[in-house]
Every structure is written in structure tokens, then in C-alpha cells.
């Protein structure tokens, strides 16, 4: 009896590191949704504001940037908000879209290298925070 009390107190303690690293998840890839919105606004809005870097391999008009993560930071908001529901696709969809946004943030760093760098930290901290949650054990 009290080997399987002592297997019930683990399974709720790591239970609740579990659900807050989905917590700080969620938290993180709405902060991220929010901050490429406002990048995304700003490559929509003007074209001056980013550097501009001469021959480079995956140069791309700042619009469209601005489109690209626009579209993707509003995705890792509803995403996000679907992360403090428990739902698994929540999970699976904020590792893909995490992994989008990672991408795209990398992709864009000549445009603007510093917030670039920023973001990545933050979409990979999303990753593995997502990853490492484990299964209810009964």
C-alpha cells in the first residue's frame, strides 16, 4: 500500500512540472505570436526599418516577410491559447508551428539580426518545453 501511495505522490508531483511547462509554453508562443504580429506590422507598414543586406541567398521583399510572420505569429496565438486548454493537438501543432517560426525568424536575421536571435531563444525554449511534457501515468 504505500509503495503505491509513494508512486502516486511522483506521478502527481511530476504531473505538476508537466502541466507548468505547458503553462510557460503556452505563455512563451503567445508572447512570440505577439512580438512577430508586431514585426510582421511593421515589414507591412515600412520597409525602412530593417537592414537590408546585399546578395543575400534568401532575399525576399520585407512585405513579404512581414506577411510570412504576420500570418505565423497569429497562428502561435491561437495555438497558444489552445496550450492552457490541455488539448494534444495543441501540443503538436505549437512543436510544428514553433519549429515555422524558428525558421522563418533565422531565414530573416540579416533583416533584423538582433530581435531575430531573440525570437529563435524563445521558439526553442517553446520546443522543448512542448517535448518534454510526458503522458498521464495512472
Request: aromatic residues 14%; hydrophobic residues 55%.
Amino acid at each position: 500500500m504505500s509503495h503505491t501511495t509513494t508512486q502516486r505522490r511522483r506521478s502527481t508531483g511530476s504531473q505538476a512540472v508537466a502541466t507548468g511547462l505547458v503553462i510557460f509554453a503556452g505563455v512563451m508562443l503567445i508572447i512570440g505570436g505577439i512580438l512577430d504580429v508586431l514585426r510582421g506590422i511593421m515589414g507591412i507598414a515600412g520597409d525602412e526599418i530593417f537592414v537590408t543586406t546585399p546578395n543575400y541567398v534568401f532575399e525576399w521583399d520585407a512585405t513579404g516577410w512581414g506577411w510570412t510572420h504576420l500570418l505565423l505569429g497569429v497562428l502561435a496565438i491561437a495555438v497558444g491559447a489552445g496550450l492552457f486548454g490541455g488539448m494534444l493537438w495543441a501540443r503538436i501543432v505549437g512543436v510544428l508551428i514553433s519549429a515555422a517560426l524558428l525558421v522563418a525568424n533565422f531565414l530573416s536575421l540579416p533583416y533584423y539580426p538582433l530581435w531575430s536571435v531573440v525570437l529563435i531563444a524563445f521558439y526553442f525554449f517553446v520546443i522543448w518545453a512542448l517535448c518534454v511534457h510526458q503522458r498521464d501515468t495512472m
